[in-house]
């Protein structure tokens, strides 16, 4: 995988998903690409990114089509980190899901919003575990005491959404950077 990495997901169009995220994270556009390859995406990632190098008080974060999901991916890992957000945006676009792993902070993430609020959240951060709301489908008979990374990764995949154990292999990519907040 080579770090961390978060993403959310709803199932409507990349264009829509993108209208959607700006307003719900209130967020101004100022730059915009479309790539084939991810190492494009990841560079444009990093020059845009505050917590990756780029201007104070700008995120940037790329999009692209899996299945019925747009996928709305975040090297920084910044997604995950605004429920209120998130909560918006299932108001406007329907159910959302949103992980995040990080092998190297163990930290791990997993989330779903619908109808505005928040419905499930794991958080793995700091050997403790953080559990709100009621379990998904894909955890029936597990135990919470196993939540960590690989868990968190198959909770997203139970979505029919794409690994996070490589890059994301076939575009195209919508790239975008916006000022927040």
Same mark, same amino acid.
């Given at each position: 995988?080579?770090?961390?990495? @978060? =993403?959310?997901?709803?199932?409507?169009?990349?264009?829509?998903?993108?209208?959607?995220?700006?307003?719900?994270?209130?967020? &101004?556009?100022?730059?915009?690409?479309?790539? &084939?390859?991810?190492?494009?995406?990841?560079? +444009?990632?990093?020059?845009? @990114?505050?917590?990756?190098?780029?201007?104070?008080?700008?995120?940037?974060?790329?999009?692209?089509?899996?299945?019925?999901?747009?996928?709305?991916?975040?090297?920084?890992?910044?997604?995950?980190?605004?429920? *209120? =957000?998130?909560?918006?945006?299932?108001?406007?676009?329907?159910?959302?899901?949103?992980?995040?792993?990080?092998?190297?902070?163990?930290?791990? +993430? +997993?989330?779903?919003?619908? *109808?505005?609020?928040?419905?499930?959240?794991?958080?793995?951060?700091?050997?403790?575990?953080? &559990?709100?709301?009621?379990?998904?489908?894909?955890?029936?008979?597990?135990?919470?005491?196993? +939540?960590?990374?690989? &868990?968190?990764?198959?909770?997203?995949?139970?979505?029919?959404?794409?690994?996070? *154990?490589?890059?994301?292999?076939?575009?195209?990519? @919508?790239?975008?950077?916006?000022?927040?907040?």
């Amino acid at each position: 995988m080579g770090g961390g990495r @978060s =993403a959310m997901a709803a199932k409507i169009s990349p264009e829509k998903l993108r209208a959607a995220v700006l307003e719900a994270f209130g967020a &101004e556009e100022v730059a915009a690409e479309t790539f &084939e390859d991810f190492y494009d995406v990841k560079t +444009f990632c990093r020059e845009h @990114s505050e917590m990756l190098g780029g201007e104070v008080g700008q995120e940037a974060w790329y999009i692209w089509k899996s299945g019925d999901w747009a996928v709305m991916g975040d090297l920084s890992m910044e997604l995950p980190g605004n429920a *209120d =957000a998130l909560a918006r945006l299932s108001k406007a676009v329907g159910p959302v899901v949103a992980c995040a792993i990080d092998p190297y902070q163990e930290y791990a +993430f +997993f989330a779903r919003f619908e *109808d505005g609020g928040l419905k499930r959240r794991l958080v793995l951060e700091d050997e403790q575990i953080l &559990e709100e709301g009621l379990p998904v489908k894909a955890e029936r008979g597990r135990h919470i005491d196993d +939540f960590n990374e690989e &868990e968190a990764g198959r909770l997203w995949l139970s979505y029919d959404l794409p690994t996070f *154990d490589h890059d994301p292999l076939e575009g195209p990519f @919508s790239c975008f950077a916006a000022k927040v907040g």
